[in-house]
């Protein structure tokens, strides 16, 4: 049995079934991103990152600064997360989208230049600077 991430709550309780598969689609994928973002929050703070654990458990006002570490984090990691499985929503194979065929890479053409005209070049390069 493989699981079906673009419909995941096929078989769960009728609310959720009722609901576009999209939406569906979001609310897994944000679950997953905010479970992610509890265990990057506790790693940070039972890791003592930055001191970030010492400050939540000894200042006042820790605990809403952790709660909103984790809110703001799982804000990022269900963003990503949703973006990541909607971005790959079309790919069957995983070959990627087509690609245009390449175009030549233009060669600069020969241009014959006579004594004269290569002189003028000269003079004019002095005068503004350049040889």
Same mark, same amino acid.
Do not use: C, K, W
């Given at each position: ?32 991103? %905010?479970?992610?973002? $509890?265990? %990057? ?27 909103? %570490? %984790? ?46 005209? $290569?002189?003028?070049?000269?003079? $004019? ?7």
């Amino acid at each position: 049995m493989s699981l079906d991430l673009t419909n995941p709550f096929r078989r769960r309780p009728a609310r959720l079934a009722a609901l576009p598969r999209i939406v569906r689609l979001y609310i897994l994928n944000a679950g997953i991103g %905010f479970v992610l973002s $509890a265990v %990057f929050t506790a790693a940070v703070l039972t890791l003592n990152i930055a001191n970030i654990g010492h400050l939540v458990t000894h200042v006042d006002g820790g605990l809403l600064a952790a709660v909103v %570490f %984790f809110v703001l984090n799982g804000i990022v990691f269900a963003s990503v997360q949703t973006g990541i499985v909607v971005m790959t929503l079309g790919s069957d194979n995983g070959s990627g989208g087509r690609r245009a065929p390449r175009r030549p890479t233009p060669e600069p053409l020969p241009v014959r230049v006579t004594a004269s005209e $290569a002189s003028r070049r000269g003079q $004019a390069g002095a005068r503004s600077g350049r040889t």
